[in-house]
């Protein structure tokens, strides 16, 4: 597939040649860890990268465009078969490892997938897709015996990095549908590129000497955000624990200084309460020696209240920056700056900050009415959005591409207004998207799995505000005689979606409200969470 609208199509370019050059420019830098432990320099971390991509082409035959998919962990060796793919020339398919074993199942026969590299965590979920799902190979365990033979791939000169177009696909970033099918946003190296510039322009440089870490999953958030960082040659850093908390936090800072990480508000606000890091923010800025080596803290996928946010800037200082994004322009629509942050004594602070920033540097942002015009300050409407970031199309999926980049434009779904100057605020999600402790779930997918239980008439699932998740998922649902149990509904839902999409809550009723065409009235749904008489 070649990108036909958007791509980022200007020329050749390999993102994996960041590797290579990093290898040749600083070889005994560290190039990723676990905690303070190197676990490899960016001269390891090249011969390994080649090593591996001329095993994968070898091993199986593999030609440039082939898809590989990542389900994953995140630690050392996700990097490594990433950029692996991309040296062979081949398609990176991460692959959120905390889907169901159906749902990973239709991403892996949808992408045309060859190999799947895993982990001993996933194995048992990713192995047995092996002659169920179409054109699937084999499952390579990393580490493990053939990962460790893949490493050691000897074939004399594992060759330079495969040659690609900018305009060639290098993600595919697998998105949730309205229609309960993901849809696989094509990402180009070009794309990539553009959204690593971006970061650079409007978050901030980066050096060889900084560090990223990844709390949050490569498949997604970390994993763009993390480009920049390998481009520039900083280290990738792994948390120990694999579950980041506070003390753990503070002990990374002492080691590697530059540090920045992507998180979902709910981990901002949990470190930001953290007893470990209120203790080190409560002498003030100034005595703040624990936060020295925080650079900044990327946060985006959900919202974020204000009052969260100003524990946050309490305990971090002014190291915050937010970005609004989809997976079809990766991350990169808007952005709320440091400096936006720290300018506490704007009048319009506390606004802005309830906001998601001004347009990147390299898109166009409209927001447009139901006849495509412009809308004046104030008037909300839906979020258009065009430029080299914006995905080349959905992978097979013509008719959901031409509907999605109609007119040359990224249509988002999303409704939101600019303000007089130009600062964008979100007002609601049109296609009706959940997000919950930053992941995203499309109702439409739990309404599916929870109408195959034979005692569900009609179901319609609605997000509600949550204090601790940002949002968490509730199901009307109409019986058709005697209600089923919650337990009985849980697993109907545990037998076909991942368990973060399950309803927290069910509310039997006798029916949905409906408009004269039958469409379920959800905005009244979501009304009933804010009355007092609920």
Same mark, same amino acid.
Request: net charge negative.
């Given at each position: ?26 070889? /005994? ?81 949808? =992408? ?6 895993? /982990? ?54 697998? !998105?949730?549908?309205?229609?309960? #099918? ?18 650079f322009a409007d978050i901030g440089p980066v050096a060889a000497y900084d560090s990223v870490l990844h709390a949050a999953p490569l498949s997604h958030g970390s994993g763009l955000y993390g480009l920049p960082h390998i481009a520039k040659g ?25 540090? =920045? ?8 606000? #949990? ?57 079809? !322009? ?24 309830? =906001? ?9 942002? #409209? ?49 939101? %207004? ?10 609601? #999600? ?41 949002? =968490? ?13 919650? %337990? /009985? ?21 006798? %029916? ?23």
């Open positions: 597939m070649t990108a036909t609208r958007g791509g980022g199509d200007f020329g050749v370019m390999n993102i994996a040649t960041w590797v290579e050059r990093n290898a040749l420019r600083i070889p /005994d830098r560290p190039a990723h860890a676990v905690g303070d432990t190197v676990t490899a320099t960016w001269a390891e971390f090249a011969g390994r990268v080649g090593r591996l991509a001329a095993g994968l082409r070898a091993r199986w035959g593999l030609e440039p465009g082939d898809r590989v998919a990542i389900v994953m962990s995140n630690c050392p060796e996700y990097l490594e078969a990433q950029f692996a793919i991309w040296y062979a020339g081949l398609v990176a398919v991460p692959v959120n490892a905390r889907l169901h074993r159906e749902e990973i199942a239709y991403i892996l026969e949808h =992408s045309g997938t060859s190999v799947v590299v895993t /982990d001993a965590e996933h194995a048992e979920t990713v192995a047995p897709l092996v002659g169920v799902v179409a054109g699937l190979q084999e499952v390579v365990v990393a580490p493990g015996e053939q990962w460790d033979a893949l490493c050691a791939h000897d074939s004399g000169d594992p060759g330079a990095v495969v040659p690609r177009e900018a305009g060639d696909p290098a993600w595919l970033f697998y !998105t949730s549908g309205t229609t309960g #099918r993901p849809k696989g946003a094509t990402l180009t190296h070009g794309n990539l590129l553009m959204a690593s510039l971006s970061y900083a280290v990738s850093v792994f948390p120990r624990s694999g579950a980041l908390d506070g003390a753990e936090l503070l002990e990374l800072l002492a080691h590697w200084p530059g540090m =920045s990480f992507f998180a979902a508000p709910i981990m901002v606000r #949990r470190l930001a309460h953290d007893p470990a890091l209120a203790a080190a923010g409560s002498e003030g800025l100034a005595g703040m020696a624990g936060m020295a080596g925080l650079k900044t803290i990327i946060y985006g996928g959900a919202p974020m209240y204000l009052p969260d946010l100003e524990a946050a800037l309490e305990t971090f200082g002014p190291r915050l920056a937010q970005i609004y994004g989809q997976g079809e !322009t990766p991350m990169t629509i808007t952005a709320l700056t440091l400096a936006d942050h720290g300018d506490r004594d704007h009048p319009q602070w506390r606004t802005r900050m309830q =906001s998601v920033g001004t347009p990147r540097t390299d898109v166009e942002v #409209r927001v447009v009415g139901p006849d495509g015009e412009d809308l004046p300050a104030g008037e909300p409407g839906e979020i258009l959005v065009r430029g080299p970031v914006v995905m080349a199309g959905y992978w097979r999926q013509p008719e959901a591409t031409a509907e999605t980049l109609r007119g040359g434009w990224l249509h988002t779904g999303d409704v939101g %207004s600019f303000d007089e100057a130009g600062y964008l605020t979100l007002h609601d #999600r049109s296609k009706d998207l959940i997000i919950s402790g930053g992941m995203n779930i499309y109702p439409r997918e739990v309404e599916e799995a929870l109408m195959t239980h034979p005692g569900v008439q009609a179901v319609a699932v609605v997000g509600r505000p949550d204090p601790e998740w940002g949002e =968490s998922v509730v199901a009307f649902v109409v019986p058709r005689e005697e209600a089923p149990s919650e %337990s /009985d509904l849980d697993e109907t839902c545990l037998a076909r979606i991942a368990r973060f999409k399950r309803p927290k809550e069910y509310r039997f009723v006798g %029916s949905l409200p409906t408009n004269n065409y039958g469409k379920v009235l959800k905005r009244e749904l979501r009304e009933l969470f804010t009355d007092p008489a609920d």
